[in-house]
């Protein structure tokens, strides 16, 4: 994934986004890596390839935004990507 594939923090709404369904993967990575307690400097140099010792703040707000919509996912989101899409 490049800087260029993600936004600092992924849309916020009640329905499922064409970013969601974009970045499905990353966000199964980025609660993988949270239910193994992975150090979030960590897997954002790894799943961002950000350096967080450049922008500590940054890279800290594109960790915690994209892991709260990887959570509402799980909870909500993943029943409207496995819905029929509407014709």
Do not use: C
């Not at 936004?7 to 064409?18: F, G, M, R």
């Not at 967080?52 to 594109?62: F, K």
């Amino acid at each position: 994934m490049t800087n260029r594939d993600f936004l600092d923090t992924p849309p916020e709404s009640a329905v499922l986004t064409h970013y969601d369904r974009t970045h499905v993967t990353l966000y199964m990575r980025l609660l993988d890596a949270y239910a193994d307690n992975a150090d979030w400097r960590e897997v954002v140099f790894v799943l961002f390839s950000l350096d967080p010792a450049s922008d500590l703040e940054r890279a800290r707000l594109i960790h915690d935004s994209h892991l709260a919509r990887a959570q509402w996912m799980a909870e909500h989101g993943y029943r409207q990507l496995l819905a029929k899409s509407p014709r």
